[in-house]
């Protein structure tokens, strides 16, 4: 870098570090009692210097100080992913399943509970997947279908008492009802309309839980849901018993998950999942070759809510308890934040994804308020960085002209 | 000629994408000529103009105005400069008024007195502006759009004058105006034209020197007359 | 008829405010063609800057009148700041990126500013000191407080002033230039960087001012304000047809008003649905919102 480009970068930085205290002040300083400049000050000089390190690693980076470590860094990696990419996939599968059976032997309570989180998540992370990295249908009101989910199980199950295995498919099938009528009226929108009409959609639904007091209880929710129950031998003899225990839910969701990750492989390798990959990359080019792109975005948005209402009727089955507060908008853009940052339209990056933005947070346990401002950040700073995902998808975005 | 280009390209390249759109451009201009890019569709023609106007990166080469090198700085200080351009497809702002697209014209000059005087300039030029002065850019028909797109460029005082396809889609009665404008305009105001046109009889015809390009490449440039009289292009871009 | 009245005067209030906020999506949508999801926070930003200027200035005495004056600049011009220091270091960026991309930075700057408002002032309501503005009177049964007049008033005259700016001055007319066509606002010299950046400037100090009289209004903020109302506001521009800012003004008012007899007559509970209820309809039946295409003098 020439030395008038790098006083410019300097330049900038102090224009920004200078802006960036003009806006941290006045939230932190003024005070009814008095003008304060300590805590801000603080704050702001903590940030300034952070980044100019950051900037100035940027720059030697740039001038090739670094070369003599990144360069056998560069070169290790390369041996090691092409030693990875010769062990078959099936492989690497059975590895993370038999390390997935095993770890509630090798973990404690706290780590279950985790992990069933993720599950979940990995559940939810893969069906917005179908929607939006498949398809190209950005919808931020998918956690309306895990509401839809959870509902319906907690509703059978309260009110008729109707077991957990008979639920999910009813749970399936409902959110995908749910996913036709919110996927109709939207089918002809352009992409951003759809984003906000479907977050219309997913607050209406909210909404409605939230003040339908006769059917949802409202915002007190309904309790006394029942676990999945199987039989099982048991003492010499077959018995019903109820799955209620950390263990035992997490091998439900594990098996849930397992079915997911399965049905959106064969989804995306099939026939279909190319439809939705036309559809997604040229609507007017999948028309004029025969697809049907209005039956192809229903049956999307459908797939999509199918994993969500199955994961919500998990989700109720696990809490024993549902209320209108899981299903906010911020659950949604947690969901899309998955699929996002791990790389949309790839299964191994949504899975990736899930685990960084729960699990991840749970070990800095103590900066458990600072969690959405950090996800935030990363967000927006992940489209500038790494538009395509920590583990891109292989066919994503790949265009004629942009191939050698 | 002895005397300084005002506008040169020395071996400029541009692509969009991968696709490589020119390659190796060499020409030169010189104050009060005016100049025709002909060549088929797809030859390169907007391209160069576009890069001249610094809209489109170029990828190789220099691009000089006034004997400085322009490539690489921003589209928008061209026209304080005195580079303006009247693109493809004339680009009237279709919900400005007649006069509002005007005054865009000469958006970075602060001096009022001077831009009426030359917004009467253009009406005198372009009477039926005058009586469309309230109308809607996007209203006008096609030969008043293109009108409208050269008094545009007039109003920033232009030294050097690239104009893209001006006969496109035009009846001939109104490319036989546009075209004696043109020449007017280079005559009495000594304003430099680069002409860029599908139409090479007209276009040549109206010009001092011509370049002819042909997938990105100029594979001809000569006084306009050799041009004209040369067989070769006769067959080509003359239909004959 | 009382009622009728009554629910009248509220709308109006309330729509102005949707208007205010709505004005900001539609121009940040009308030139660069971004749903801008972090609008909403820039309006809760500005409802906190007016509570923390309010209370410092109240506390050292400044009569109510003033310090709603200068509180009212101050924020705006945060808020401009902050919207500019959002556009150039997310959004600019971004600007040959996919729309997707955009979208997506733009609701993960919403999440981040939401929380940063949420860490710096608390999870909990922040009040407006005492009631800034005291009385009113009845007209025909309904009453109209001072608080309301004056809110009317500062809305009445930040939408002349932006007509203004937009249709009379050479600053709007470019502003309208580049939303119509950037390259060619470039080839006549205008830099389409700077009036971007000025067109996030303009809509954050309006939707500044509207989270400020929001929260007189109500007597407090809260750091998650922004988001419904964001959403609402939208709905108000769409309704209006996107881009349009005439559209965008009438589109608020009609929100506004919808939510207000919507509360009053068919169920307070439900208020929230109308105005997406509204935003889905408009979509569906007619894109092109009220004031769009055949109606596009008006369009930025």
């Known amino acids: 870098m020439t030395i008038p480009a790098s006083r410019k970068l300097w330049l900038g930085y102090a224009v920004a570090m200078l802006w960036l205290y003009v806006l941290l002040w006045p939230l932190i300083g003024i005070k009814p009692e008095g003008l304060e400049f300590a805590t801000s000050t603080e704050i702001w000089a903590k940030l300034a210097v952070v980044s100019a390190i950051l900037l100035a690693l940027w720059q030697l980076k740039q001038r090739g100080v670094f070369d003599f470590v990144s360069r056998p860094a560069q070169a290790a990696s390369q041996v090691f992913t092409k030693a990875a990419d010769r062990v078959p996939t099936w492989i690497w599968l059975v590895f993370v399943l038999a390390g997935a059976l095993v770890f509630p032997f090798l973990t404690e309570r706290y780590a279950h509970d985790v992990a069933i989180s993720v599950l979940v998540y990995i559940c939810l992370g893969l069906g917005l997947n179908v929607v939006v990295g498949m398809a190209g249908l950005l919808d931020l009101g998918y956690i309306a279908f895990y509401g839809v989910g959870a509902y319906t199980y907690a509703l059978l199950s309260v009110h008729f008492g109707l077991s957990f295995w008979l639920c999910l498919p009813l749970a399936g099938a409902f959110a995908a009802v749910a996913g036709c009528i919110i996927g109709y009226p939207t089918l002809r929108m352009r992409g951003d309309y759809l984003a906000i009409v479907t977050l219309g959609f997913g607050e209406i639904v909210r909404i409605v839980l939230n003040n339908w007091m006769s059917l949802t209880n409202g915002p007190n929710g309904i309790l006394g849901i029942k676990a999945p129950g199987v039989y099982w031998w048991q003492d010499g003899k077959v018995e019903h018993i109820w799955l209620g225990s950390l263990e035992q839910l997490y091998y439900v969701i594990l098996g849930l998950a397992v079915c997911t990750v399965v049905a959106v492989y064969r989804i995306n390798n099939s026939r279909i999942g190319r439809a939705f990959e036309a559809v997604r990359e040229d609507q007017t080019a999948a028309e004029l070759m025969g697809v049907n792109t209005l039956g192809i975005k229903l049956l999307a948005y459908a797939m999509g809510a199918i994993f969500g209402g199955l994961a919500g009727a998990f989700f109720a089955s696990r809490m024993r308890f549902v209320s209108p507060e899981s299903f906010t908008f911020i659950e949604s853009a947690m969901v899309l934040a998955m699929v996002v940052l791990g790389g949309m339209g790839s299964i191994p990056g949504v899975i990736l994804g899930a685990l960084a933005l729960i699990a991840l947070p749970e070990i800095f346990r103590g900066f458990e308020l600072y969690r959405m401002f950090v996800f935030g950040g990363v967000m927006a700073m992940m489209m500038l960085f790494r538009p395509k995902g920590l583990w891109p998808a292989k066919r994503m975005g790949v265009r004629s002209e942009e191939k050698d | ?240 | 008829m009382e009622v009728f009245l009554q629910q009248l005067v509220n709308g109006i209030t309330l729509g102005g405010v949707y208007a205010l906020v709505a004005l900001g999506y539609t121009m940040v949508y009308g030139i660069i063609q971004l749903i801008n999801f972090a609008h909403g926070e820039i309006f809760a930003a500005g409802g906190y800057m007016g509570v923390i200027l309010i209370s410092w200035m109240v506390a050292q005495g400044y009569p109510p009148f003033v310090c709603l004056g200068v509180a009212l600049v101050l924020a705006m011009g945060y808020c401009a700041l902050l919207a500019m220091a959002v556009e150039k270091l997310v959004y600019k960026p971004l600007r040959s990126s996919s729309r997707l991309s955009v979208l997506l930075s733009a609701l993960g700057m919403s999440i981040f500013l939401q929380n940063g408002l949420m860490l710096t002032q608390g999870v909990y309501d922040r009040a407006y000191p005492g009631e800034m503005v005291r009385g009113g009177f009845e007209i025909g049964g309904a009453m109209v407080s001072y608080m309301q007049i004056v809110i009317v008033g500062i809305t009445v005259v930040l939408l002349v002033g932006l007509n203004t700016l937009v249709f009379k001055t050479r600053v709007g007319k470019a502003m309208r230039a580049t939303a119509q066509d950037k390259t060619m606002s470039a080839l006549v010299g205008i830099n389409a960087s700077r009036i971007i950046s000025m067109t996030f400037a303009i809509g954050a100090a309006l939707a500044c001012a509207a989270g400020i009289m929001v929260g007189m209004y109500y007597g407090s903020v809260r750091y998650d304000m922004g988001f419904v109302l964001g959403v609402k506001a939208f709905s108000a521009a769409v309704l209006g047809g996107i881009g349009n800012i005439t559209g965008a003004m009438l589109g608020g008012l009609i929100i506004g008003m919808i939510e207000v007899f919507a509360a009053g007559y068919i169920s307070s509970e439900y208020k929230d649905v109308f105005a997406f209820i509204i935003l889905i309809g408009v979509l569906y039946f007619m894109p092109t919102g009220i004031m769009g295409e055949n109606v596009d003098d008006t369009r930025v």
């Open chain 2, 1 to 240: 000629m002895t005397q300084q280009p005002i506008l040169e390209l020395k071996n400029v390249s541009a692509a969009y994408g991968r696709i490589k759109a020119i390659k190796d451009i060499s020409l030169k201009v010189y104050p009060g000529e005016v100049v025709s890019i002909i060549g088929a569709n797809g030859a390169g023609k907007s391209t160069t103009l576009m890069s001249i106007s610094c809209v489109l990166p170029i990828t190789g080469g220099e691009i000089l105005y006034d004997g400085v090198r322009i490539d690489g700085t921003a589209p928008d200080l061209l026209p304080a400069r005195g580079l303006c351009q009247v693109p493809e497809g004339r680009r009237i702002f279709p919900r400005l008024t007649v006069e509002e697209n005007l005054d865009m014209g000469a958006f970075f000059r602060k001096d009022k007195a001077g831009i009426l005087h030359d917004m009467n300039r253009v009406f005198q030029l372009f009477p039926i502006l005058q009586e469309r002065r309230r109308q809607h850019g996007g209203t006008l028909s096609g030969g008043e759009q293109q009108m409208l797109a050269m008094g545009r460029a007039l109003m920033s005082r232009p030294r050097l004058l690239l104009l893209d396809e001006p006969s496109l889609g035009l009846a001939p009665l109104i490319v036989q105006q546009i075209f004696r404008i043109i020449r007017e305009i280079n005559e009495s105001d000594g304003v430099t034209v680069v002409l860029v046109e599908q139409n090479a009889n007209l276009a040549l015809q109206a010009s001092n020197r011509g370049y002819v390009l042909e997938t990105g490449n100029v594979i001809m440039e000569d006084d306009a007359q050799a041009l004209l009289a040369n067989p070769d292009i006769r067959k080509a871009y003359l239909g004959e």
